[in-house]
């Protein structure tokens, strides 16, 4: 199934005057958050995603009021990935030190664990010690465990949680997965979802009398990603006529599948700039699948969040008011706005082909890398694309843009080899399969759509001047294309490479040269040069690569925008 998920660019005030489609509200109601990498200030020059995490919350307790005032349930999911990706939570050491607490100002009923909580030891010890202590019933994870100080592991939180929902008395069991995610920490374990199913503990879980499973997880819910559906067809075994609800994270996009005629699946995005919306009947008529269940993707903003609810006045709850005042004190305890420079025009990830002049890979490899401080030898630098995690917008570049578009603090290394070796890995990177590329690049490059809906489906003949909808997502799902709360005006998304290179050769003679790449992608580069029949053993010990430079690329790009005028 083709997914079509279009960003939102740089958008005027208008975009908040944007037509809405309703929620559609049942037995049971859901929001969901995923991957929102600390995102919690809101994105302060997208109007379309400038709601923060205290607007949030003062919505999100609107909703669960109606909810139950209209005798319906209401539950609030998170799908991890809380790290990586915004200076609020990535300038601390550790990271999240001070982020975490205001995440945690949510009121989750179900919340799991996601990738970049274990990239490195300090974010797992910290995910145990704070999030899962502050959710001890409500954090689980099925397949990942922590280790003590005495080698015993342990599960995040629980391995799963049986519960009755307040207002329906809805008998629910709720497990919570992470994808195979094989570059964990020491002081953690992932176990392959396929695997846990087999385990006694899961096998007692499955004798539960249940109206409806819930399966909160950070993986894709695309059916091209089939762990969720292996655990799908082994559930079907026990439960063939139960409703089964899947919650995804992790590719960064939008989208909703359907398992089966009783079972579908959401995923809310990335950043801050979604909060999904699904709700489920509980009829035990047999029910279209459509009639069942439904979906929406909310714009985060006020406006929607305003609308959704029906409150214009009176919206701010004492609890979200207090988290946006943690918010702003925070940042400004941060030093987040702090002024580094100013950048005249926009670079995109991927809204203009990547040889554009305002594509950001074609600024970094054409003028930034340049800069880099090291050896004065001839060099070819590589970084993968997905390292660059937002666009960079116009106007004040503060601290906090930094963490935003280049938040990673990886090393640079190098390994000389010849000239004619080393001008072939990008290439070979770029021509590798899935598996052997390791998702180098931004993860929701690898649902980019096959055509473009804005023919497909053209939104003005509906809703009026089409040129007037703002700039952003027009979401391609298995219910079709009216999942979006807020009717947008596509921009294409063009497709990157997992790998990009700033280039400084004197000439082409054969020589050694400096290949200088990510301490993060020392594996693949060494998969390519092995594929280009280049025996990395004789670049010497377990370890063949060398320091070339501290300076990361956030720093570098601080650098350049202080210096320049881009």
Not at 46 to 73: M, V
Not at 250 to 268: E, K, M, P
Not at 558 to 566: D, Q, R
Request: negative net charge.
């Amino acid at each position: 199934m083709i997914r079509l998920i279009f960003l939102a660019l740089y958008l005027s005030s208008l975009c908040l005057s944007a037509p809405h489609r309703d929620l559609t509200w049942n037995d049971i109601n859901f929001i969901h958050t995923t991957d929102t990498h600390g995102w919690y200030s809101g994105h302060l020059n997208q109007p379309l995603y400038h709601a923060n995490w205290g607007d949030f919350i003062s919505f999100t307790t609107h909703l669960k009021a109606k909810a139950h005032s209209q005798g319906q349930d209401f539950l609030l999911i998170d799908s991890g990935d809380r790290h990586d990706g915004n200076g609020l939570s990535d300038i601390t050491t550790p990271n999240g030190v001070k982020s975490t607490p205001i995440f945690i100002k949510q009121n989750y009923d179900l919340l799991t664990i996601g990738n970049h909580e274990l990239y490195v030891w300090e974010n797992s010890k910290q995910e145990y010690d704070t999030v899962v202590k502050h959710f001890p019933d409500n954090y689980i994870c099925s397949n990942v465990e922590f280790k003590l100080k005495n080698g015993t592991f342990v599960p995040f939180g629980q391995k799963y949680k049986y519960f009755t929902t307040p207002i329906t008395k809805t008998r629910v069991l709720a497990f919570g997965f992470l994808f195979n995610f094989n570059r964990f920490n020491d002081g953690t374990r992932v176990t392959p979802m396929i695997e846990v199913l087999k385990e006694p503990w899961f096998q007692e879980a499955l004798k539960h009398e249940v109206d409806l499973i819930i399966i909160v997880g950070h993986t894709p819910i695309s059916h091209h990603w089939d762990e969720f559906y292996q655990v799908h067809n082994y559930l079907r075994k026990y439960f063939p006529k139960t409703i089964i609800q899947y919650f995804g994270g992790h590719s960064h996009i939008r989208d909703f599948t359907v398992f089966d005629n009783l079972a579908t699946g959401i995923q809310s995005g990335r950043y801050c700039e979604t909060a999904g919306w699904t709700s489920l009947s509980l009829n035990k008529d047999n029910l279209p699948v459509k009639e069942r269940f439904s979906r929406s993707y909310i714009d985060f903003n006020l406006d929607s969040f305003k609308y959704h609810t029906g409150l214009t006045d009176n919206f701010d709850t004492k609890v979200g008011e207090e988290v946006s005042q943690l918010i702003s004190e925070t940042r400004e305890q941060l030093q987040l706005d702090a002024l580094i420079g100013h950048v005249k025009t926009n670079y995109y990830v991927d809204y203009v082909p990547i040889d554009h002049p305002k594509s950001i890979f074609n600024l970094l490899t054409s003028r930034v890398l340049k800069t880099l401080p090291g050896h004065n030898e001839e060099r070819i630098i590589i970084i993968n694309t997905g390292s660059i995690r937002y666009d960079l917008y116009k106007g004040p570049y503060t601290i906090d843009s930094k963490y935003i578009v280049s938040p990673f603090e990886n090393e640079w290394v190098n390994v000389t080899v010849p000239k004619s070796v080393a001008t072939k890995v990008a290439a070979k990177l770029n021509d590798a399969d899935y598996i052997s590329a390791s998702r180098l690049k931004p993860p929701h490059q690898y649902d980019l759509p096959e055509v473009d809906f804005r023919q497909k489906f053209n939104q003005a003949a509906f809703f009026g001047d089409y040129e007037k909808l703002p700039k952003g997502y027009v979401t391609h799902d298995d219910f079709g294309t009216d999942g979006d709360d807020t009717l947008h005006r596509a921009v294409v998304n063009f497709p990157v490479p997992n790998v990009v290179q700033s280039v400084d050769l004197e000439d082409e003679l054969e020589a050694p040269v400096n290949l200088v790449f990510y301490s993060f992608i020392t594996p693949n580069i060494l998969w390519a040069l092995n594929e280009l029949n280049f025996n990395v053993t004789q670049l010497g010990g377990h370890s063949p690569t060398t320091t070339y430079s501290s300076v990361f690329l956030g720093t570098l790009l601080n650098e350049f925008i202080a210096e320049n005028k881009i």
